[in-house]
């Protein structure tokens, strides 16, 4: 029986920010930028909360809804830096750690009872050395399973720690909205109560085989979720599995939807250059590029392309990346734009005969490059066609900006 | 029109167009074969637009004329029948009557009007004998890239210098060059792109017509023709700048050896079983007087082959993709090979080798990093 610690920082992008400016403590906090701009919310502190204001929402309701919060631009490098910070700490606790986006990581802390003591104990220990460490509050779930860990730091929220006793993961989960499920959202919800189930205990009374007709696979492992154990999607792959990447993504939602050609590619090869420099970061050569294009009605569209050889260069990421676009672009104003890499490949492979100085000299150019920006930050180096394409980085913290296990089985819409 | 033809002359020409018969209907016609009978010969002409194969051959003509009929279903038919005189008779409703001792059949035709007219061919460049261009074509058509969008090496060069023809193809990851003498009759710098299907068509044409003939080479500025015998291929040239060659052939390699042709191919293909299915990754390690081909698979097994070798320099070892090994070893006639490298990053070169070999083959591989 594996012992599973899920911990979960709380309002972490404020909790940041009231570090560096410690009069925001107490007060309502919305970062995602100026109250009157287009983007989203990506994070909200407790009060902001209580005025119904939470992240994903769009900047200008959260304003309608609690116009005297403090709104905040942000600053990525700063949760990074943080984030880093949980990580080590979460390391130096146990080896077996998974960081699932900024912002929270799964820790397999199975048999370590005799140096940390009985399940709880250790959560309230781990929880006191965050705290220490970093001066930020977080929420600990401790379960059987990675699942339940989750659901369950989310009702230990704000600042707690919760241990679901084994053997009692079923009665916990039964009264909870099947919406705390991770991996149901709105569609799937609204599909389910449909069919009259509205708490997790009236899925996990549901014939599996109904589930299964009714929703396909995607059922199975509601099923099994419903039961508490660790089933769909990313949750299938083993606990250090689930640490491999499938693909690299950056996308970008524009202040305002824009049908402007050159923007739209210096956009795009800002892009390109930030997925390439993250293959690089990790030692992966991408063989598929794709890009996703969405437009002011919210249609989106993917499209994708299988390089000859894999790459990590922005160049050759930038060149499938733009032509891709200039193929599928219907010359509508472009709402969110995103460059993904998928097909990864621990190494080049075939190398090429009719380029290659061409490509030795990019190779150098791009590791000189990355170098610089170590040193100097992310923008001090950049392709020239990347100039213009230039914003300043929104990040959420919902969606994870580190590596993505592909979600494997979960359908678009459900029912 | 009306004639009658033997079987075996019909259905062996039929088979010959069936490679340029177009096999999409875009344009229906396309899907047909013109049929054009006059004095004592018909002629048969098919066309893709792209290529087109004009044959000829005896026939007892009655009446003269032409009609189009669907290509396949006709070969298809034809087949089928005993070896006879078959008759042939298109009416002014464009059908096709075919009678063959008590089989009789109608097959729905076009007229030939709207038939596309193939392109002229003007004064010729060169007589190429037919053997020797098919054995170089035979030597360089595999490297030729499968990449659609990169239609410059969706072929092979072609160059005629005043005492060699020469012909290269890459895919950017290998290259293929073969070079013979030939008198060209003083024509020198003649350079054309010969897309791959054009190059897999005068293969089957110069099977039938024997090595020992010889094919009338002209061209014009957008297409070349080949005359092999009685028949006559026409492809559309490619366009656009084949790269340049000489820059990536290699002045000289530090190191070589010389391997029995067999032997290594036979100790490729077995260790290629445990390579990756997609990447075909091998390792060729050398090391004084032997070398070693490996591959592992983590999850399947690993294999390894060693050869005795005369070698003296430095261990050096180089991830190939045992395809491409592969395809210079089946191309090659000689009984020996010579494998020239430098190190694990630099482009590998592999030749006949021998003192009989008294022709220009040199195939050059870019190694995989592995």
């Known amino acids: 029986m594996q012992t599973i610690f899920h911990v979960d920082m709380d309002a972490f992008f404020v909790s940041v920010e009231e570090v560096f400016d410690p009069s925001l403590k107490g007060k309502a906090v919305v970062v995602g930028g100026p109250a009157n701009a287009r983007g989203v919310v990506s994070a909200a502190s407790y009060e902001a909360r209580k005025f119904g204001v939470h992240s994903a929402m769009p900047l200008r309701t959260a304003y309608q809804k609690c116009p005297h919060a403090i709104f905040l631009n942000g600053h990525r490098e700063r949760y990074a830096e943080y984030s880093r910070k949980v990580e080590q700490e979460l390391r130096a606790f146990t080896p077996l750690v998974n960081m699932a986006s900024i912002d929270e990581a799964y820790l397999d802390v199975t048999g370590t009872g005799r140096l940390h003591g009985p399940p709880l104990a250790a ?8 705290r220490r460490a970093t001066g930020l509050n977080c929420s600990i779930g401790i379960s059987t399973s990675r699942l339940v860990s989750k659901i369950c730091s989310d009702q230990a929220k704000p600042n707690g720690v919760l241990w679901v006793v ?9 009264p909870l909205d099947v919406r705390k499920i991770p991996g149901v959202g709105k569609k799937t919800e609204e599909a389910l109560h449909l069919c009259g189930i509205r708490k997790i205990g009236d899925l996990a009374k549901l014939d599996e085989e109904f589930l299964e007709r009714r ?25 250090i599995e689930a640490e491999d990447p499938k693909s690299i993504s950056h996308e970008h939602t524009f202040d305002e939807d824009t049908a402007e050609r050159g923007r739209l590619i210096a956009t795009i090869a800002h892009l390109s250059e930030m997925v390439g420099r993250r293959l690089r970061d990790h030692g992966f050569f991408a063989r598929t590029v794709q890009i996703k294009l969405r437009d002011e009605e919210f249609h989106t569209i993917t499209r994708a392309h299988t390089l000859a050889q894999a790459s990590q260069l922005d160049t050759e990421i930038f060149a499938e990346a733009r032509a891709l676009f200039e193929k599928n672009w219907n010359r509508k104003p472009v709402r969110l734009i995103g460059v993904h890499a998928s097909n990864l490949e621990e ?6 005969l009719l380029d290659q100085g061409t490509k030795d000299r990019w190779r150098a150019a791009m590791s000189a490059a990355d170098r ?8 001090s180096v950049s392709l020239a066609a990347g100039l213009q394409g230039r914003f300043r980085r929104r990040v959420d913290e919902t969606s994870t900006q580190r590596l993505e296990p592909e979600k494997k089985d979960k359908p678009k819409s459900s029912g | 029109m009306e004639f009658t033809i033997a079987r075996t002359d019909l259905v062996r020409e039929l088979g010959l167009l069936q490679g340029v018969v177009e096999k999409r209907t875009t344009i229906p016609i396309l899907s047909n074969v013109l049929v054009e009978a006059s004095s004592d010969r018909i002629t048969l002409t098919a066309t893709d637009l792209e290529l087109g194969i004009r044959c000829s051959c005896p ?12 290509a396949k279903r006709l070969l ?3 087949r089928l029948l005993p070896e006879a005189e078959i008759s042939v008779k298109v009416g002014d409703n464009h059908w096709a009557n075919i009678t063959c001792g008590r089989s009789r059949t109608r097959i729905a035709g076009m007229s030939r009007d709207s038939y596309p007219e193939l392109p002229a061919s003007t004064e010729k460049v060169a007589d190429l004998p037919a053997g020797l261009l098919s054995s170089m074509i035979q030597q360089t058509i595999f490297a030729i890239s499968n990449e659609e969008s990169r239609f410059t090496l969706n072929g092979a060069l072609m160059l005629l210098k005043g005492d060699g023809l020469v012909m290269v193809a890459t895919d950017g990851h290998r290259l293929s060059m073969s070079e013979r003498p030939l008198d060209t009759g003083g024509v020198s710098g003649f350079r054309a792109l010969i897309p791959r299907k054009a190059m897999g068509e005068i293969l089957k044409l110069t099977a039938e017509a024997g090595a020992d003939s010889t094919i009338a080479f002209s061209s014009t500025d957008n297409h070349l023709f080949f005359q092999i015998g009685e028949r006559l291929l026409i492809s559309r040239k490619l366009t656009g700048n084949f790269p340049d060659y000489e820059r990536v052939l290699p002045k000289e390699h530090p190191h070589s050896v010389a391997l029995a042709k067999e032997e290594l191919k036979a100790a490729i293909e077995r260790v290629a079983q445990f390579s990756d299915e997609r990447s075909h990754a091998v390792r060729v390690q050398v090391s004084a007087g032997e070398l070693k081909i490996h591959s592992s698979l983590s999850e399947t097994g690993e294999s390894e082959d060693s050869i005795a070798a005369t070698y003296e320099g430095p261990n050096v070892e180089i991830g190939f993709n045992a395809v491409y090994v592969l395809d210079f070893l089946k191309a090659c006639g000689e009984p020996s090979v010579a494998f020239h490298f430098k190190d694990a990053a630099s482009a590998g070169e ?11 083959y040199r195939y050059i591989i870019m190694p995989m990093r592995i």
């Open chain 2, 59 to 70: 026939a007892k003509v009655k009446k003269a004329g032409s009609g189009t009929i669907p």
């Open chain 1, 166 to 174: 084994p053997g009692t993961e079923a009665r916990f989960l039964a």
């Open chain 2, 350 to 360: 592999m030749r006949p080798a021998g003192e009989d070999v008294n022709y220009t």
């Open chain 1, 123 to 130: 959560g309230h220990k781990l929880h006191e050395r965050v």
């Open chain 2, 76 to 78: 298809d038919y034809v």
């Open chain 1, 372 to 379: 610089l920006r170590e040193k100097f930050g992310d923008d």
């Open chain 1, 347 to 352: 190494s080049e492979g075939q190398a090429n």
């Open chain 1, 215 to 239: 929703f396909g696979k995607w059922g199975l492992a509601l099923a099994g979720k419903s039961k508490g154990l660790d089933a769909g999607g990313w949750f299938d792959s083993s606990f």
